[in-house]
């Protein structure tokens, strides 16, 4: 019994390395400039932020990106950032994201994050950058 045990916990080991191994090589990946090219990256400005009902690490932000409308995203920001930390900020926002329910509200693109140990960090200018401008 003890011998199934020790095959079953080198192969439990081995699966684990392989699945390490496919997430490095998936963060190595390279992508061709025309793919990168056919992202829509724009600044963006928060004009209302909004609790999600229910939601712990939810906030439902009205985005300007000078267009004819201002945009909804759904953003799990809320663990990291008061309302009045995101009310009037400029942020990243992939603009060309295909639409997406979130908690039965339709979201309509993403803001970019890092994630700095677990910390979400939103991606803005450091500099002041005119509500709409592409992000190259």
């Not at 992508?31 to 829509?40: A, G, R, S, V």
């Not at 450091?126 to 992000?135: C, E, F, H, N, P």
Request: hydrophobic share 45%; with cysteine.
């Amino acid at each position: 019994m003890a011998g199934l045990n020790l095959q079953f916990t080198i192969f439990n080991f081995q699966n684990i390395i392989k699945s390490m191994e496919q997430s490095n090589n998936m963060a190595l990946q390279t992508i061709h400039l025309d793919q990168f090219n056919q992202l829509n990256l724009r600044i963006g400005k928060i004009i209302e932020v909004n609790e999600v009902l229910g939601k712990d690490k939810l906030y439902q932000l009205t985005i300007d990106l000078a267009e004819e409308q201002p945009r909804t995203i759904v953003a799990g920001i809320k663990p990291w950032y008061a309302k009045e930390e995101l009310l009037n900020r400029l942020v990243v926002v992939v603009a060309n994201l295909e639409p997406r329910t979130i908690a039965s509200i339709e979201s309509v693109g993403m803001l970019l994050a890092a994630d700095d140990n677990g910390n979400c960090i939103l991606l803005q200018p450091d500099k002041d950058v005119i509500v709409g401008a592409k992000v190259r």
